[in-house]
């Protein structure tokens, strides 16, 4: 190896740079860039919010890996002919699957910008880290979490939900987990969640080493929200059977129909018990910025973590998603690692311990929080807030729409933002199914589909700032064309 290299001697030409030879160029093409996706959002309801990829456009993406250079204009055409029409499409007013947030202009620049400094938000003493601890403060005010929370940005809700259950661990087997691994102890430990929780608690249970066994799915009412005495009597007899309860995971919003558990009641259970109270709040958590919704999440600020997603409710654009700890220091035995190459310092730029490194499994992080401080500070919390309460009665409007027309049913209450509804049909799984992928295909609105009691619903998640009630009505109309379409065709 050292011989090769002494025979082929480096180049130090500065021409290596991936800098352009000048810069104008890359100016002019930039601010047309810029232009473009302004006008993408601007024009959004002139596309269709989705359409299928022809087999020609994904075999451009077999390519082999390119070893030279490509002018920078055309591998734009690229993007803008082949991957902007075939995007999610969450962009779009008509996307009510899954539940996918909007974005809005504001943090598609802030992303911009974010990537021009090209932060590594991992440690070390600079604004950006400053800019992700403000994010921290503001939740922590939020949620009415004590001086001593923690919080950090990470990918998303399942991963903050990962998190909080190794921190949950390390609290209950105390921090010398992290060298023993699990052992006996760590078999006995068992977990709580309710029946309608997100599949991601499973994951995490399983990735972090207990096995998805481990997690109890309590029996819900018919609001889906957790049976509480259930939940005490499992508790109960999990422990006369010799196991050791260690967490119980609470839902502000569940992903198939927006029900929130009792949080009040869980958060005293836990306390009783000397559990750790966890609360999945992936979309449900900023419900607190509404003041129609904040009474229905009371017992929140009781809660040892929150997962959440500033990309979903708060309209940030992806990936957003955060976890604040009650307890920094829990927060920080979970993940601290200290490693000679990142020593710590009281002045220059490794100072300002702790760092996110601390409290997370990442050490190079991007710098989502800025788009989230631009998008906070820009709209402000009130204004966040009337979106979710508005995407709320949307939901009521489109429930009030469904309750009237004979041909549907309403197969879920609608608590929140989320409905769940069908098509009346022979074979209604089936048929209803087929209804969701039609529309999706025609482009006109991108419903998703949940198993309810083995019966399958089209559910619309309004998560979308700019949906409306005219884009509830296409998606109706939709509805009742291609459910005739398809009963005929039955
Ligand atoms: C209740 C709930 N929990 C967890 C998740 C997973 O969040 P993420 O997709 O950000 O990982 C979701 C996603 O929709 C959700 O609705």
Redesign the pocket.
Known sequence: MTKALREAPLQTESSETLDPKNWDDIRSLGHRMLDDMIDYAADIRDRPVWQPIPDEVRARFRAELPCKPCDLDDVYREFTDFIVPYATGNVHPGFMG???GGGTAVGMLAEMLAAGLNANLGGRDHIPIEVERQIVEWTRRMFGFPDRASGIFV???????LMAVLVARTTALGRSVRQRGLSDDGALLTAYTSKA?????TKAMDIAGFGSDALRCIEVDRYHRIDVEALRARIALDRSAGLKPFLVVG?????DIGAIDDLSALSSLCREQGLWFHV?????ALGILSPALAPRLAGLENADSI?L?F??WGQVPY?A?FLIVRDGDRHRDTFSAPAAYLRRETRGLAAGSSWPCDLGPDLSRGFSALKTWFTLKTYGTEKLGAVITRTCALAGYLEARILAEPRLELMAPVQLNIVCFRYRANNANLVNGEIVIDIQESGIAAPSTTLLDGRLAIRA?IVNHRTDTGDLDVLLAAVLRFGAVRTRAA
Do not use: E, L, P, Q
């Open positions: 899954w539940v996918h990918t998303g809700t399942s991963m903050a939900n929780a997100h599949g991601c608690i839902s502000a919003g569940t992903v999945d709040g992936a979309f449900g997962a997603d990309h979903k990936d998603g998640a």
